[in-house]
C-alpha cells in the first residue's frame, strides 16, 4: 500500500487537476489574475504603504461557511511596509 | 415513466459508445424496451459496437428531414428483445439537425419506449449541443486520467448550463493493480475531484475489446466483472441499491479459493 502523503504519480495528477480545475471553473486566467493584482495595488497603496513586488494573489480551496465542499477562494497576500502612511489630507 | 439519456464525456475515446451499447443491451434484458440514438453524425460507431452496421438502410438524418418514416429508420436487434437502434448519418455532419429536431424526436421516442439513450459525440460544439437538447438525464463518462477529468469537468458544467443537473458519473478503465500502486487515481479520487454521483465503475477489460470486436455487447456476461460492472449501472438506473463491486480482488471467488489453500498448507 502506498504509504500516505508519498508522492505517487497519482497523487500529483490529484493536485495538478484540482489547481487546474479551480482556474477552469472560475474561468480565471494567469492574465486575469495579474489586472486584479494591479488594480489592488492601485487601490490599496492610496491608503497603506506596501510592499508590491511581495504581494501574492492566488486562487486556492477553502473551507465554505454553508455546505462541507469546499469552494474556491480569492488569497491575496499584501505585506505591509509602513502602516503610518496615512493620508489624511 | 420515461426517460431520455445522453450519454457524454467532453473527451474522445473514453467509452462512451461502448458504454451506451452495454447500458442499452443491460436495460433491454432487464425487461425494458429501449432505443440508442448514435448522436456522432459523421462519425457514427455505434452501429458497429453493436455488430448492427450491415442493416443500416435510413438514418436519424433522413427521419427528421422526412425522407423516410421513424419505424423504417429504427433497427431491431435481434439478440435482445426491445432493443432499438436509429443510427447516425455517415456522409453529412452536425449541422444536419438542430436542438430543436432532437428535442421533437426524443419526445416522439419517449411515447413508445422505456428509455432513449443517447451516444453524444465528442466535443463541447453543435454535435453536443443537439445531443443533449432533448435529454433528461445525463451520464458522464470518464477515465482516471487528468485529461479526461478535466474534460468531464467542463461537461459537467455545461450540462448545468443546460438545466441539465447532477449527472450521474461513470469511470471507465480502472486499472487495479496501478491503483493499488499508487499510479492510477482511484474511484473515490475522481469522485471526489469531480463532486458528482457515481452511477458505476468499470474495471479495463480485455473482454471489452473481444466484445467490441464481435459487435456484441458485453452486458449479458455475468462471469467477466465489467459484464456484471455494467449490468449493476442498468441496475441502479432503475433505481435499485446496488452495492459496488470490489474491483480490488477481481479474481473474486476462485484467487479467494486458492488464498485459502494457500493458508491452509502453510
Redesign the interface.
Known sequence: ??ILN?R????V??E???L??IH??ANCSPEILEMIKTDIIKVITKYMDIDESGLDISIGNAESDYSD?KVPALYANIPIRNLNKTKSS | MSEVIVITSGKGGVGKTTTTANIGAGLALLGKKVVLIDADIGLRNLDVVMGLENRIVYNVIDVVEGSCRLKQALIKDKRFDNLYLLPAAQTRDKSAITPQQMRKLCSGLKEEYDYVLIDCPAGIEQGFKNAIAGADKAIVVTTP??SA??DA??II?LLEANELRNPSLIVNRIRTQM????????ID?VVD?L?VHLIGAIPDDEQIVISTNNGDPIVGTQSVLSGKAFTNICKRILGEDVPFIDLHSPKGFISRLKNMIKFGNS
Do not use: F, H, Q
Open positions: 500500500m502506498p508519498r505517487t504519480s497519482k497523487n495528477a490529484k495538478r487537476l484540482k487546474v480545475l477552469d471553473r465542499n | 486520467e487528468v477529468i478535466r469537468d467542463r458544467g491503483v493499488k500502486r499508487g499510479d492510477m487515481l482511484s479520487d475531484v463532486a
